[in-house]
């Protein structure tokens, strides 16, 4: 496995696309990954990653199948995205199913009622996207489709050879599962992961205040350090390893912390981390 670093980390920062290329490389990452760029900028980064010699390895984007005007529309949005990630020259796109939840009195508000929607969205992504070379994901996010049974209930529904998931080892405390037990869930149909790390706090006590949020039972939540928060990466990385993964991991920090510094200290842990875990394997 290979340390990259998700362009959202740069979020807080006043700089370009093609600046976070070059910090990503200069902080010492193996690959960058983008999020939502168009298609000029696209041209901009590949050329750059070429020059320096630097690989962009996924593209990330937004999308909802149950608030989007059809689902026929979002997928045909979805399409250009595809495009993008030709233009980008990467062979994975993570992409939404939904974001937060869908109306109580809409005909698709349970799960199950939903699922349908969300695989026929999906698959429609998928079919184009295998016929110009790339792969697509959904990640465990956005509280409606994020605990493990609920990713996995689509990619089964999806049933595609070119669509699996983005295991972001963080999310899964927004949906209060246990980030190990979901990653192992999880694990084989892994194409690309996240590594993530929250504080977490009981929903039962006092609102900290800002920088935090709530998980979907409650709970407040914090971007954090990789290495300095509630999730065990370690172990993580372990059931991905155990399960055949072998491809980056990208680092994808929102914490309060500034960026440089943070993801400084997160390269350094998390490196320390698959250090440990890979002499780990070879005492074995």
Not at 12 to 37: C, H, Q, W, Y
Not at 85 to 105: E, I, N, S
Not at 164 to 180: K, R, S, T
Not at 219 to 224: E, M, P, T
């Amino acid at each position: 496995m290979q340390i990259s670093v998700s362009s959202y980390s740069f979020s807080r920062m006043n700089t370009s696309p093609v600046e976070r290329l070059r910090l990503a490389k200069a902080l010492g990452f193996a690959a960058i990954e983008f999020t939502d760029v168009d298609t000029d900028t696209a041209l901009r980064l590949r050329e750059e990653s070429e020059r320096l010699g630097f690989p962009i390895i996924c593209y990330t984007v937004g999308a909802d199948f149950l608030r989007a005007a059809s689902i026929e529309a979002e997928a045909e949005r979805l399409y250009g995205q595809v495009n993008i990630a030709q233009v980008l020259g990467v062979h994975l796109m993570r992409h939404d199913a939904t974001k937060g939840f869908p109306p109580l009195r809409a005909a698709h508000s349970s799960f199950a009622e939903a699922l349908p929607l969300l695989a026929k969205g999906c698959r429609l992504v998928t079919e184009y996207a295998a016929e110009k070379g790339v792969i697509t994901m959904i990640e465990n996010h956005g509280y409606f489709c994020q605990d493990s049974a609920r990713v996995a209930a689509l990619v089964g529904a999806v049933s595609h050879p070119n669509f699996g998931v983005l295991v972001d080892i963080g999310n899964f405390l927004c949906a209060d599962e246990d980030p190990a037990i979901a990653t192992g869930n999880l694990a084989a149909m892994a194409l690309h992961v996240h590594a993530k790390d929250f504080h977490v706090k009981s929903g039962s006590g006092d609102d900290p205040g800002r920088g935090w949020f709530r998980s979907r039972g409650g709970n407040y939540l914090r971007g954090a350090i990789i290495g300095h928060g509630s999730v065990p990466v370690r172990q993580c990385l372990g059931n991905l390893r155990r399960a055949g993964y072998n491809g980056y991991v990208s680092i994808e920090f929102e914490g309060m912390e500034d960026c440089e510094t943070a993801l400084e200290i997160g390269l350094e842990n998390l490196a320390s981390m698959m250090n440990a875990l890979f002499m780990t394997e070879r005492s074995l």
